[in-house]
DNA sequence: ATTTGACTTTTACACAAAAAAAGTCAGAAA
DNA sequence: TTTCTGACTTTTTTTGTGTAAAAGTCAAAT
């Protein structure tokens, strides 16, 4: 039961992952994404309680894609400033890897899963903020950053790249690639303006 | 002709901006607009075109109150600190006083007028960003800044807060004061953060 | 030049019927 | 016993239609 089970639970949810990569949420029915594994509707509901815990399962899945490139990016990195970049790298990739799912992250459609934002959208912030303030410290340690509140940074740094992801989000239509590299570019920018910093060193201390 | 019209247009933009105010644009007809202040709807449209230009005019009477407040704040401003905290501030104050009007800003219903963002706001951000501009020149010349890229950083600055106020203008029901407060705290602590700068002074130059 | 009553055209809205999707369940298959 | 499905009910979405309201026009009056 319990092998089987995990099995056919993670078949579904690739099929659903791939119906939703390409079409909406809404617009993808249960029925379409049970005939394309060859099994009944009754089937996908015997594994799955009904269709937000199919949804809930599929974020999960694809969030955990995203944490995963976030720790990598920042492990490796041998600088804040490269962290920070490759971290913002590594959103660009998945953004257009799953372009229409992540487009409607929170959007009204998947918030008819819980009327709050859903459990996996806040741990998949605070993982990102706590590998953040990692970083942040890491550098402060390293005397490369002045030592600010890491915790209030790395938050009010999260929801600065997350406002100009809203822009996109928001849009009913599907993000073109132009405009998505160009709302990671900004994003790079703005980390690049933050880290430079405006004031002069000179009146410092 | 000329002042017994204009003095008629601005009465009728005036008796605009109240309704307009107070409902959403699409819930305000011209005949209501036109009974406010005992004309008949033929009349208005003898001094409009039509809706839209009626909007624009409305549009453009706001934003001046915006960019004369801007002046105002950036002028008596006597660090570029209390320029932008100022100029957020001013923001604050015209957005709760426009709140429906603020709030319709970039969204569908003002975006009929012309399917790119309307004359009247992109003007609005050119002036803006050259405010912008003059202060941090202003605070470079007095070396309270780094010589950084004016142009480019006012821009980057700018386009930072947008994002932020975007959050608010997507959503279909009317801002909250507290949320209103929150944007532009948060927007606070954005520029104060890009002001401080994270970079360590230690090394630098 | 300015204004309006009476008019036409366009758009928004409410409501119902139809279609589609979500979800259930008794019982079959493995 | 676990897994699965055909046939079913319930809920949601879509579509169509008539009506009301608003936008916009115009000939004629002031």
Do not use: C
Request: glycine letters at 4%; charged letters at 30%.
């Amino acid at each position: 039961m319990k092998a089987a089970e995990s099995v056919k639970h993670e078949h579904i949810v690739d099929a659903a992952i791939k119906r939703f990569s390409h079409f909406r949420i809404n617009k993808t029915s249960l029925t379409e994404i049970a005939e394309d594994i060859g099994i009944s509707k009754p089937s996908l509901f015997y594994y799955f309680q009904d269709k937000s815990s199919l949804l809930e399962a599929v974020s999960r899945k694809i969030v955990n894609e995203f944490l995963e490139g976030f720790e990598s990016a920042f492990s490796s990195a041998k600088s804040v400033d490269e962290g920070l970049l490759d971290f913002i790298e590594v959103k660009r990739r998945h953004f257009k890897k799953y372009l229409l799912l992540a487009s409607q992250a929170d959007s009204v459609e998947i918030n008819k899963v819980s009327s709050q934002l859903p459990d996996v959208i806040i741990q998949a912030r605070e993982k990102t903020q706590s590998l953040i303030s990692d970083l942040l410290k890491k550098g402060i340690q390293q005397k490369v950053l002045t030592s600010v509140d890491v915790g209030k940074t790395s938050l009010l740094l999260i929801e600065t790249l997350e406002a100009f992801e809203h822009g996109i989000k928001s849009k009913t239509t599907v993000p073109e690639s132009k405009n998505i590299d160009a709302l990671f570019d900004k994003q790079k920018e703005v980390v690049q303006m933050l880290l430079n910093g405006l004031k002069s060193s000179q009146w410092k201390n």
